[in-house]
């Protein structure tokens, strides 16, 4: 959210008398103000960075013996690189070896530059690859400083139905579900050993229950190997609160 103020008038006053009460959050606003990045381990090397972009997205790193794969690139370079090292914090020595864009959205890819900064492979549709593309080289209004330099080389896995992105001993997939009303292709992380699906824009824990919610809890009845879902705005919440929830919204007449 931007605010444009334009400044009229200035006038200096040298007996003002300041005080810290002068500077008080208008309570009225108290409630914008975004807690700082957290960190939390979900279940065994699943990462959540949570808080970012003013509080309204998380991001989601699975650690590997040797690497992590991330999922989603929130609203800009300048916000995912912070997502990135606070990542660092409890992960500090691996590379990041990919990073799953969940759709093709400017708020979901909009940081992707700062992972491809990292060395990390972008990996998407390839529908949505020459958009992504052409957001990244666009200018943002968000960039930073560092954002002027050339882009690095861009990387890029493509996924059909599936790709098995983890290791000998972790499996990690990229699922396509396709056919959401929010958008035509969705890439899910399914970590398999964990049972958990990450996915993005897929439900809510404070926005009512609507077709895409209901589309993909469909989507994940058919999958009785999960059990947990993460999501880039609202905490894990298990899979049988989203059947719940799909059911009440269901019985409305």
Known sequence: EFISVTLLE??????????????????????????????????PGLWEVSNAGRGNYRVHFAELPDRVVAYDAPVSPVVTRAVIAKMREKVPGKPISHVVLSHFHDDHVGGARAFAEAGAILVTTADARPVIERLMRAPSPLAGLADVAPLPELRFELVGDEFEIGSATRSLKVVNAQGSPHVNRMLVLHDVANRVAVAADMYSDVAPFNPTFDWFAAWLAARAEVDLLAGAHHPATPVSVVMQKRAEWRAQP
């Open 10 to 43: 200035a006038r200096f006053d040298a007996n003002a008398q300041v005080t810290d009460e002068d500077f008080a959050v208008d309570p009225r606003l108290a409630a914008r103000i975004v807690p700082p990045l957290a960190i939390e381990e979900l279940r």
